[in-house]
């Protein structure tokens, strides 16, 4: 099909694995302006496409399609389907991911991976932690290098959370791990032999966003696993008291650990594995020693598949498709890690960034070239 032959071209074109994302990447697009999406091409039931024809009063012509699966084939399959009707400049993925948890501190949840290359690892396990893989690579396009590096280094130098979660809608903020933790921990002393589920259900009380007494299950389970992100758990403790009136087992914090989160970007290195819903901790480490890439900072399903098929399903002319994977941090890929309550607030900072991306020239000039 040539690009003439196509229904509609965009400047901008989004892809989401899940609705989720979608919907938290809608919600970032139109917070505070005028731009609204509308669900367009209704005789394309396999594609669910909304669009806005001026986003933001900046010319540009957005579109967001939703797979409504995770998976790397599938996602393939997907921009492969999408790219035989529509046209895009620049197109990006945007969603959740999960951190490397070997770089607690640097890699918060919320906080964006741009990935700058994308790499792919297929492999079978052998020998305990030991895999033997087979590993492709793709490097993002240097046209979108120079804006990206200068915002991620803008965003790095003030030892904040980064200027764009302020796009954010409010029903998608969510407290840092060391913030809901602190409380608890709080709450504890105060009551120090109160049950976990007497906690849980005066923690819901608090009527944080979202909050849900699975998920403060979660995070006393985080609690208990981790030995240096968020909270020092000193003592053996178990679920009928959290804390003991004897004193000997309790929980302590360590100065330097109990601080909001600094959400920022982080443009690195991102890998797409198979199935991440294994714990990663061993499994990164082999990958890093056998792809020779020290830089890794985030793992998920889609990128590589996304950004491979990018090439071709989007090029114009002669040129190369340009895709983009920016994914925010909603966990380290571990079991106990893995708290769904940070899967929507991780999506919505990914779009929080992308929507300050598309406000700086090089990304206006690398999404709206001459033809």
Request: hydrophobic letters at 35%.
């Amino acid at each position: 099909m040539m690009m003439s032959d196509k229904k509609d071209h965009f400047n901008v074109l989004i892809f989401c694995a899940l609705q989720s994302e979608l919907r938290a990447a809608r919600r970032v697009l139109e917070n505070g302006t005028s731009s609204e999406f509308v669900n367009m091409y209704h005789e394309l039931p396999a594609i669910n496409m909304i669009v806005c024809e001026n986003w933001n009063s900046t010319s540009l012509k957005v579109g967001m399609a939703s797979q409504s699966r995770m998976g790397g084939i599938e996602c393939q399959t997907f921009v492969s389907e999408v790219g035989k009707y529509f046209g895009a400049n620049v197109v990006v993925m945007t969603g959740i991911c999960a951190g490397d948890e070997n770089k607690y501190g640097n890699v918060e949840h919320g906080s964006v991976v741009i990935a700058k290359r994308t790499t792919v690892v297929e492999g079978s396990k052998e020998k305990g932690a030991e895999f033997h893989t087979f590993a492709q690579y793709c490097d993002l396009d240097s046209r979108l290098i120079g804006a990206i590096d200068e915002l991620v280094i803008e965003d790095q130098s003030s030892g904040k959370s980064a200027e764009w979660v302020k796009y954010i809608p409010d029903e998608d903020i969510r407290p840092s791990p060391r913030y809901v933790c602190e409380m608890i921990l709080d709450f504890v002393y105060e009551n120090p032999n109160i049950t976990q589920r007497k906690l849980i259900a005066e923690m819901e009380n608090k009527k944080l966003p979202g909050m849900t007494a699975m998920n403060f299950g979660q995070l006393l389970e985080i609690m208990k696993e981790q030995d240096n992100p968020w909270i020092k758990a000193k003592g053996d403790y178990g679920d009928e008291y959290v804390v003991t009136d004897t004193g000997n087992n309790y929980l302590r914090t360590e100065a330097g650990f109990l601080r909001d989160d600094v959400v920022t970007s982080i443009f690195d290195s991102m890998v797409a594995i198979p199935n991440v819903t294994e714990n990663l901790k061993e499994k990164i480490k082999v990958l890093k020693k056998q792809a020779g890439d020290r830089r890794l900072r985030a793992v998920d399903m889609e990128s590589h598949n996304f950004m491979q098929q990018t090439l071709t399903s989007f090029c114009v002319g002669d040129r190369p498709g340009i895709g983009l994977v920016m994914k925010g941090i909603s966990d380290y890929g571990t079991q106990v890690s893995k708290v769904d309550y940070y899967q929507v607030y991780a999506a919505s900072t990914s779009a929080a960034f992308l929507r300050h991306l598309m406000t700086q020239k090089e990304f206006l000039f690398a999404s709206t070239p001459t033809f």
